[in-house]
């Protein structure tokens, strides 16, 4: 199993950056790729962003790409996402998660492992 812990959230003014961080603890070299998801309240969790960890290829959502830019650090077992021009609407909770098998896409189904979520807020 795949231990993930996020950090990095915060309270930020629309325009601004923040740049998460997800570290990977425990079997990592089991991880076929880390996605991003958000969540914000009364609505379901969206899909951000993921990345494959063997060859670093990328997918995004539409609604964030050219905005969101996600990052791994092979040696540091850490995924990072960079978002810039933040929103109002992007306001929630960020979680990131690891999947194992060879599934690589938007869908939580994919996904084995969850971390505890780091709150992004941005203000108008």
């Known amino acids: 199993q795949v231990q993930l812990v996020e950090s990095g959230g915060g309270l930020v003014q629309a325009g601004d950056s923040l740049r998460l961080s997800c570290a990977a603890s425990g079997r ?4 076929y790729a880390v996605g991003w998801f958000r969540q914000a309240p009364g609505k379901e969790r969206e899909f951000v962003a993921a990345i494959k960890w063997s060859d670093g290829i990328t997918y995004y959502a539409d609604s964030v790409k050219a905005r969101f830019t ?3 650090d092979n040696i540091k077992n850490t995924v990072y996402l960079q978002m ?3 929103r109002p609407e992007d306001t929630a909770a960020y979680y990131c ?4 098998r060879p599934l690589f896409g938007g869908r939580e189904s994919f996904y084995d492992s969850w ?3 780091t709150q992004v807020t941005v203000s108008s």
């Not at 990592?28 to 991880?31: A, G, K, M, N, P």
């Open 28 to 31: 990592t070299f089991s991880t």
């Open 70 to 72: 996600i990052a791994r």
């Open 84 to 86: 810039n021009n933040l």
């Open 97 to 100: 998660a690891g999947a194992r």
């Open 115 to 117: 971390g505890q979520g």
